[in-house]
């Protein structure tokens, strides 16, 4: 007579609630605390970084048309830039964490992105059409950089909180009529 193997089913843990979850990866993934986010050395470098291209960028988008995106351009650059200095001097340069590395991406994609706000592509085309409706005197056409700048920084937020909030709707209603484990 053939035994019959038994298999041991082990017992599942019962759901985790929202709160623990949010506890487990406050407790176990945070780093917030316990690693440098806005240095001097990640200010600068987003600043040297957003400089070079927003230049790149005002090249490109004369001469072709578009042009690169900074945030991941910089990220990799600096990222570079910093692993390169921490393996030749690792006393003068600590290693560059993710944390420090997205202040950097910060700063150096409000400065990169500057090139975006009509100087390589607005201005130039008015140019191209009619150059006499420019305004004679740069300062103008400075004072309307700086305007849009300030517009899309103060905008940015609002617009964005509004969308994530209207898209999350937006879901909810789309699913509302399907049947899920969470309608049924």
């Not at 072709?64 to 600096?78: D, H, K, M, P, R």
């Not at 150059?131 to 056409?141: R, S």
């Not at 400075?142 to 209207?166: E, K």
Request: hydrophobic share 50%; proline share 7%.
């Amino acid at each position: 007579m053939a035994r019959m193997a038994t298999v041991r089913v082990e017992p599942t843990a019962p759901p985790r609630t929202p709160e623990e979850i949010e506890r487990d990866w406050f407790e176990n993934v945070y780093q917030g605390d316990r690693q440098p986010q806005l240095t001097v050395r990640a200010a600068v470098m987003g600043m040297l970084l957003g400089m070079i291209l927003s230049l790149t960028n005002i090249y490109l988008g004369l001469k072709a048309g578009w042009g690169v995106g900074v945030a991941l351009t910089s990220c990799i650059l600096a990222y570079a830039a910093f692993a390169t200095l921490h393996r030749m001097l690792p006393k003068l340069f600590p290693t560059f964490g993710i944390l420090e590395n997205n202040a950097m991406q910060s700063c150096a994609s409000a400065a990169g992105y500057m090139a975006s706000s009509g100087l390589s592509s607005a201005i130039p085309a008015l140019m191209m059409i009619n150059p006499d409706a420019l305004p004679a005197h740069q300062w103008q056409i400075a004072l309307w950089l700086i305007v849009i700048s300030i517009l899309g920084v103060f905008l940015a937020v609002p617009v964005v909180a509004v969308g994530s909030v209207a898209v999350k709707h937006f879901l909810e209603w789309r699913e509302a009529d399907k049947p899920s484990p969470g309608n049924t």
